[in-house]
């Protein structure tokens, strides 16, 4: 299935700010600048992941292989819409670290 050039922008914007904006709310509640790209690996294993929570400790050889085996098979555009997240994680850390420089207190 193919995705088409106006869904794949307006993923990886959305995407962007949804992260950056929740990284931005947790890194001013945690007091942590990095908790955001921390937890991103398991938000994305979460999005791709097709086996339940509890099979990682049933059977961890065949879930880990199966999650391996769906990141191995995503599209281009799947890693740069999951990427921009990752970015937007990234940057909501870098701008809480600059409004703390800049004398910022957030709660």
């Not at 992260?19 to 999005?47: E, Y």
Request: charged share 10%.
């Amino acid at each position: 299935m193919q995705m088409s050039i106006p869904i794949l922008i307006i993923s990886v914007v959305l995407f962007f700010i949804l992260f950056f904006g929740i990284g931005f709310l947790l890194n001013m509640l945690f007091r942590s600048s990095w908790i955001m790209v921390v937890l991103f690996p398991l938000i994305a294993i979460s999005i791709v992941n097709e086996v339940k929570l509890i099979e990682y400790f049933r059977n961890p050889a065949n879930s880990f292989m199966n999650l391996g085996e769906r990141f191995g098979s995503l599209h281009t555009a799947d890693i740069v819409i999951l990427s921009s997240g990752l970015a937007g994680a990234f940057l909501a850390g870098i701008v809480i670290k600059m409004l703390r420089k800049k004398g910022y207190r957030m709660f």
